[in-house]
């Protein structure tokens, strides 16, 4: 299980999803047609290390890595509604995966309704107050 104090990192490879401001837009966290969104999990790592992960799967998208957005799992298991029980799911990608690369620190933030604009309203809940971190 994921604990509630660790810290998920979304990476962003559209310079759209992040703001003048450096806020992140929803459509940076909107899993929309999945029903998923992946992310890391810091687990203490080194910020270079945690770049590295996002290289990769920058590189496997065949997009430039633009940043991240870091939040707190405890913030992403609040964000859901009555009816949604949003939660962040360790599923580590190892080389059977076919994508090209490892991250032994992959997640997925699971829970979203199937409505776009339900999953919008959750991911500006879980983005409010949060700024990209840009790639150095």
Known sequence: MVEDSEIASRFILYKKHIS?????????????????CSVTLRANRDDTVVWANGEDVAKARG???CGRVDMLVARVRASGEANVRMDVVHKPITKDNGLGFVNLYHADIV??????????SIALRILKGLRAVIRP
Request: hydrophobic residues 35%; aromatic residues 4%; glycine residues 6%.
């Open 63 to 65: 997009m430039p890595l």
């Open 111 to 120: 829970g979203w309704p199937q409505e776009k604009k339900d999953q919008k």
């Open 20 to 36: 003048a401001d450096g806020s992140v837009k929803p459509a940076a966290l909107v899993p929309a047609p999945h029903v998923e």
